[in-house]
């Protein structure tokens, strides 16, 4: 009925918004990350939304975080980036700090769930979303809910086995999906193929500080966008792996339609038809049931705001 | 509160029987499955059926095939073995020849929700049922409920892509995982390891006519139980393949556990034990979460009709 | 000094010239294939070189054939087309019939050394050729001398293994190279593409029967020609299949130039880019070396005849 | 007739050594090897060579090296660990200090000619030998000459591509052999199965600190000697890797024995028997054709040394 706080914790900042129910941000708060995380992070959060509780009537907060977060959502198990934190029981926490109650969500599951409540998934049952960024991160909605899996991985399809015996992976196995498919993949794939080909790499160069190093996704994006046929064949090697894996993704989950979220979904169809045309290559039985579709996110950086806000709705 | 029917079409029987809601088998009843498929199919189904309700009172009928079936659980869509039945409304077929409810749901996941509820997987939440036969079929449940799709092919796991550019599978993919895991794929990895060792095949092969072309699944088993070194690295071949699937399968669904049902569990930990191995050594994360228990399905043959029964209460 | 006949066995001719040191071909003699094999075909043979002996003084003769030849070139150890010929003494059946020495060679390695000789490898010392049809055939020329190997079985470069675990080959091993790379593997290619993408397939399909099955490699071919984008793909996957196989044959061999014969070879550069292309971005310490040149063999069908008519020289 | 001097460039020790013409080694003389390279390291194998000049009449002089050498054995084309070296005329450089002809030569180059006429090759004609290390070198041999290559790059084995987008290599290439077959990657094996099972890791750790990073490959190879079932299944895996490569290196070079030497080879039958396994189980067209002899080297560190001396005769 009312209002809810969503959390979204980033690198560099602690970003809040009050959200009705309809997905609306009505208003911002922030505070900068503490780079020594534990104790100062929580208490930057509970800032956040104590600042957030002053003007507004607020039914309860939702906090979204790259981390395992156990099965009851109270306790952060592990997260790669934030120090001091494993182990900890957020809710207690906050709940202690703010007067609240506190749903702590995944990221990546909470921009799906914000993605299918208010953006690109809106009035769909199923759906399975990517956030294509430095990994691939997942969330899965299945029959309208969250799939939350028994220890707090489900939904964890960035380390999808794609390729036996593969690239090393952060997690430890080897040729994990973002390995392959996510913007970092396609930071290498692009440097890749303009070690291969220098003298049809001038478009891209030209647009960072001229070094092979210095590339960055946006000139790359930008050099598709004006018809270089390199930029458009990296996009095309990284789309491929996408839709490899989407391909298995959907025989198991058999999703209405696949959202790709993350930096990279500002390449639009550059990067969405390869998809598209790699998972019909890949897909089992084709032609024999109907495919998903593969669609670009609509809520931006602001999908696992709105989203934990609304899961923390009772 | 009463009792059900199920029904499970196999290549040579049609089998029924009375279930009650405890899972007990309380009756059964048998046709012969007429090759050639169609009406005469149908009215196969029908006869078990009404001759199951004569002696006791039945709600409702559930059927369990090897097929696609629509979303509404109404019609076939897809079966690779039966003549004539693609697109068939069975549900109106059955309904209109019996007068009673009728529920369809695809044989694979009829087992895995069989286990659920009455065997391997009773008092879990979520769990992935693994079917190791001919191919692999699979069922997954989540939140104690079937996971059915949005098109009707949720849980094809045995496509799961394992290997890129890998055998050419019979759903015209390539590298899928029944190809590999599969009780066929277990007979191949047989039949490989006896051509490269003839010296250490005789424990396998005296269990046969003598020839590589007649071994069979039961005696490689019976030779694996007596401790012949060449038949347990053809279970740990296929097991590693198996958890490696299974790996890949837990990041996705995370269930709690994994049951594995099919002829091939005959073997017990012969097969379970590689399967552990493999899911450990390939699984994302490895130390930082709880893994999935692998367990042996319970029910053998009867699970998907028993499954499906339970599925056809209202 | 003089002159030599070369006699090349194919499915349905055994064609036999008389050759000059300089690789001319003067005079031409044929019979069909018997398809009986065995002593039909041997005599055949015979009967094609004692008819090119009538008129010209011949020293010697050289028999090019698709098999595994002993290592002292004097038996077919294995001939996978051809009937009751394995473990045949075709040195000595021929010689009995004929009077002249003979020399017996692998149809691969006759054309690699004919392309060494007189074609697209004249002045150079070390060659790698690929015949690329049905299958892909290898001969390699080592400081101006044929690689034969201790067994028989040396440049088999068909059945380098580039995919662990991939399509089954027809030699019992999985992922050979010509699963991927051979003309055979082209046309497969081709049916993919044309099942993902039939909306763009009309520029193929037309050239043909208008059916996916009887697409033949010409069509392709000659629509890559017009610059059909479906058809160009086509050549860009198998073509870098076959660059990342030379690239493992180039660390190994090392060789100044890689010839490509076989019927695929009439598309020329359509062809000959994609294998460039994929050499170089397959090739370990790019940068660090010179790559071998990529080349069109140019002796066509009859490269084999002239190369062992050269090798019967002494 | 005569004496020559070999001399092999290690990362700690310049070694020379006196050999006569049965591969004798009669006299040593050795150098710390300047960390700065260059100029200092030139002088260095000058004074090496100088002081084995003094008592015996010398003909010429070997210098085998980890370099890519020119094609025509004077120049260090690239070397991965020597500072100041690349572009070096070492032929110039050395002839100019010492009065003598000198040879350079590749160091697995140099091995495998040492092995092939002094040790396990001795008597054969065609021989392949990988030196097993840190990474994988290779040499061969065909028709008792050794294979060098139009650039300097021949018989880079370590860098055949074994698995499609796999493990980086130093190289810039992925997938490549030395990353799954080497003595790192024996390691990297290891640790990977005492993380999997740490309860069965005591026989192995307890060799060591007992520390995972801590173990070194003679606590392996120890742990094997006395049947620890961990340790053995690491060497299987290592094993069942260069079995694959060996299998696909003989279809193209048809070596009559492939020699295996480097410091995993103290291991002995622990090591061999897996590749031995393993190169049979992926050999195309098994059972049609020999297999090479999977053999140990014989002569361990010394190869190199005893291999040039013996390649600088004239």
Redesign the interface.
Known sequence: MGYTVGIDIGGTKVLGGVVDETGALIKRARRDTPAEGGVALTQAIADVALELMKDSEIESVGVSVAA?ISADRKTI??TPNIKDWNGVNLDYELTSRIGLPVVIENDANSAAWGEFKFGAGRGK??ILMLTVGTGIG?G?V??S?L???????????G???????????G??????FEQ?GSGTALLRHAR?AI???PDRASNILNRGDGSIEGVKGSAITAAAGDGDELALSIFEITGDYIG?GI??????????AVVIGGGVIDAGDILLNPIR?GM???????????H?QIIGAQLGNEAGLVGVADLARI
């Open positions: 395992f198990l592990a049952e199923n997942g899965i299945v029959n809910n799939l939350r899996g028994s220890f707090g991985i489900a939904a964890e399809i380390h999808l086995r794609i390729v036996p015996n593969g690239l090393l992976c997690c430890g196995a080897y040729g994990c392959y890749e070690q291969a080909h490899a391909a298995s993704l959907a025989v198991i989950l058999d999703p209405e045309t019909e290559k890949y897909m089992p039985f084709a032609g024999k049931h109907p998903p």
